[in-house]
């Protein structure tokens, strides 16, 4: 998990990425955990996230690189939060 803030026009908002292999993809099926990839990979995965914001007129700022445990932790606080707002 790839933690971060976004910028557009003067308002800051968290902008966190969830990177994943698809389960079934036998390529990259070694992949448990961010550091599997290798730093200069993840480095490369960061500028991507930068230079993707910068381009659409947004500054993306990493804050930090967090492991499968964070990222579960996230995607279920943002399932808990979609069904509390359906109540």
């Given at each position: 998990?790839?933690?971060?803030?976004?910028?557009?026009?003067?308002?800051?908002?968290?902008?966190?990425?969830?990177?994943?292999?698809?389960?079934?993809?036998?390529?990259?099926?070694?992949?448990?955990?961010?550091?599997?990839?290798?730093?200069?990979?993840?480095?490369?995965?960061?500028?991507?996230?930068?230079?993707?914001?910068?381009?659409?007129g947004k500054k993306?700022?990493?804050?930090?690189?967090?492991?499968?445990?964070?990222?579960?932790?996230?995607?279920?606080?943002?399932?808990?939060?979609?069904?509390a707002k359906k109540?």
């Amino acid at each position: 998990m790839i933690e971060g803030e976004q910028e557009d026009k003067k308002k800051t908002v968290r902008n966190d990425r969830i990177v994943a292999v698809e389960i079934e993809n036998h390529q990259w099926a070694h992949i448990e955990h961010i550091d599997d990839l290798g730093k200069q990979f993840v480095r490369e995965l960061e500028e991507f996230f930068v230079n993707f914001h910068d381009l659409v007129g947004k500054k993306y700022r990493i804050l930090d690189v967090r492991g499968p445990g964070q990222a579960r932790r996230c995607v279920e606080a943002g399932r808990k939060a979609l069904t509390a707002k359906k109540s």
